[in-house]
DNA sequence: CAATCTTTGTGCACGCGTTCACAAAGACAT
DNA sequence: ATGTCTTTGTGAACGCGTGCACAAAGATTG
């Protein structure tokens, strides 16, 4: 899956494995289907087979939240779709801003996945003031300038940037000042963020890449795997390969300028950032 | 991550590491960055804190490749961005089809990061006739019959589905028949394909369930975790529960029908398939 | 050429996650 | 009640991934 993890140390919050919170949404998914098609119980394997898992590690998942089957029988489906929301948090309310209604921000605002599980846009914020004003997906978008009082006002705590890579640090940077704790990152920069905010990054070439590994792999034993395996090359065949493999620009932003603390160095501090400015069609890596 | 892993057992291609696999896209993006700055080489620091993830990891994960740095110095750019394009394929055209044009499949038709990294969108397909001969990012959309004609004079092999979740599996099912390998799934469903087929799912609003579920144990010590922990629930609960958790109905679609191998088997009955509800105005495909 | 300094490449240990396999628990039939 | 059958819950083994720590390699300086 969307790759997506962070480089937090996996927390382990309260004794529930990263890996088995990521794949409770896969399992909740199914249980509601079972549900609205009225069964009652399923079984460890039926479920596992529906979310594509494992059943003895779907077993071993559910015995983290508790023992919640009876023997002989499976899981009462109910009760489940209950217990697993209620650990996820979905049982409240979740007020999400998405920062950047491009083309992609414009998809997430009219995502239903969100309504459906408590997660409600409270607002949609971009940069460009021709937006100002426009509704998208029914709810009318705000300018930049009005994040931080959105924020406030709304008790806004996840955030989604689905702005240019160029711009995001910054966003990212104003949505935690003002006080928001998680974000979930569709621009293709590395965020840096003080201890104690959560970063879920999507990064749909990323995903693509790894497919086109393995796609190679597939067809290619028969390739041009011969003679450029271990030449070394001409230290100035820069410019060439880079145009091959790159031609247009990425502009990942001086955002990544390394070189921070020694290792981490999360920095929240000024972010020069320079020019983004661009905000077209969708995040133009 | 968004993760977005699929369920096959990490078959180590040639062995290089998944998990090393799915860093490679991290460190060319850092690497195109620096590329673009004119940066002749990085140690293993930099650009690991550049990547956002642990020096000695990166190094091991270049191990893997072959001895492509200097001692004293570090790596050299140029060649590394060309040795993990190699690697990841990227040195050849991957045209790709994007089935499902709504909101996000039109994100994913504008999105720039494919172009720039070898990937060629070839083709727009939606099953609306309306759509049909509409431009969408400068590329006509074509009509869901074309699929079969398309993949195969394209010489298609990866596949995009933006569909809704009614529609995954069929879709699904029509580009693996035309020789589609490798697939990346948006519709929230857990596609089942053939032995040699790829599939990495990304889901939205599993990412923010997740995030949910780390910001609820941030605030939420003090939150009602006391009457309802352990609590055996009448076994009628249901609808009412049901209806707090997910008031719009999501109907993740039978088509989950694992069924193929002997342990998957899941519910192999008719799929009446019933309102898919989720995901109403976007993805009309 | 020798000494020193920097940075890579990797052996090793550790912890997490996955999977197997089975005893315990409950349902159900007789 | 007793026995059988199904399915859970979990102890234990295994394998992968991560991070430490250091020797080797090369640059650089004197």
Redesign the interface.
């Known amino acids: ?5 962070t ?1 937090r140390p996996a ?1 382990r ?2 004794g529930i494995p990263e890996a088995t ?2 794949r ?3 399992y ?3 249980l ?2 079972l ?3 009225s069964v009652p119980t399923v079984s460890s ?3 596992a ?5 494992n ?1 003895a590690k779907l077993r071993k998942d559910f015995s983290y939240l ?1 023992s919640y089957g009876t023997r002989g029988v499976g899981y ?4 489940l ?2 217990q697993i ?8 309310d ?1 007020p ?1 801003v998405i920062v950047g209604i ?3 921000g ?3 605002a ?10 409600r846009v409270a607002a949609l914020i971009d940069a460009d003031p021709a937006m100002a004003g426009k509704p998208v ?1 029914g709810i009318p978008v705000q300018h930049t300038d009005q994040l931080e009082t959105i924020i406030h006002d709304s008790g806004v ?2 955030g ?1 940037i689905a702005t240019p890579a160029g711009a995001a640090q910054q966003v990212c940077d104003r949505l935690v000042a003002a006080g928001v ?4 990152n569709f621009a ?1 920069t ?1 965020l840096s963020v003080p201890d ?1 905010v ?1 970063v ?21 034993e028969e390739r041009d795997e011969r003679a ?1 395996r ?1 030449e070394r ?1 001409p ?1 100035d ?2 410019q060439a ?2 145009a ?11 955002g ?6 020694p ?3 999360a920095v929240p501090g000024a972010s020069p950032k320079g020019p983004d400015g661009d905000v077209p ?5």
């Open positions: 899956m969307a790759t997506g993890r480089h927390t919050s309260r919170v990521a409770l949404p896969l909740l998914r199914a509601t289907a549900s609205e098609r394997e039926e479920l087979a529906a979310a594509g898992v059943s508790g009462d489906v109910e009760y779709v209950y929301s209620r650990e996820l948090g979905l049982t409240q979740w999400v491009g083309n992609l414009a998809a997430l009219n995502y239903g996945g969100f309504a459906s599980r408590g997660f997906a705590s996840i989604v704790t998680s974000i979930l293709p590395v104690g959560d879920r990054k999507v990064d749909l070439s990323i995903e693509l890449q790894i497919l086109a590994f393995h796609e190679q792999r597939k067809n290619g450029d271990d090359p230290r065949t820069g390969v880079a091959t493999v790159a031609p247009a620009a990425e502009a990942a932003g001086p990544a300028n390394a070189a921070q603390g290792v981490a160095g069609a969708v995040m133009p890596a």
